[in-house]
């Protein structure tokens, strides 16, 4: 089975949550950390999904996939409301809601009940976490 990548573009870096990665061999998971090492990312593996600092947009992020021959399915994920509101309070205060670490998105959800709750939820569902 191949790895399953859904792409979300942000405004200086991009995440991509592995749809499937529960089912890869070590190998497949092996093969995506060492992409995500080399581009200073960062895994998170309770969310199944990377993000790395770099302003790439998906067709240059499926290049780049092509030219390293890995061998995966990906998809983009458009922009929504949660990609132009911004988080009022807290520590990431003043960033957008669709830069959060997933971590901080989770928390939100199970500790949030204020006016913005509506967007946390659709970010969560956007990155499919």
């Known amino acids: 089975m191949r790895p399953h990548f ?16 529960e089912v890869l061999h070590v190998a497949q998971i ?5 992409f995500v090492d080399t581009r200073n ?18 067709y240059h992020f499926v290049r780049l996939l092509e030219a390293l ?3 995966v399915t990906t998809q983009e994920l458009t922009s929504s ?9 807290g520590q ?3 960033m957008l809601y669709s830069e959060l670490p997933d971590s901080y998105l989770l928390w939100l959800k ?20």
Do not use: A, P
């Open 6 to 21: 859904l792409f979300t573009k942000q405004n200086n870096s991009f995440s991509v949550h592995v749809k499937n990665l």
């Open 30 to 34: 092996q093969e995506i950390e060492h």
């Open 41 to 58: 990312g960062y895994f998170d593996f309770s969310t199944y999904t990377f993000k790395i600092q770099k302003n790439l947009d998906y």
């Open 69 to 71: 021959n890995m061998d």
């Open 81 to 89: 409301v949660s990609s132009s509101v911004r988080i009022y309070f």
């Open 92 to 94: 990431y205060k003043g």
């Open 110 to 129: 199970n500790n949030y009940i204020g006016k913005d709750r509506e967007i946390i939820c659709e970010e969560i569902s956007k990155r499919n976490i």
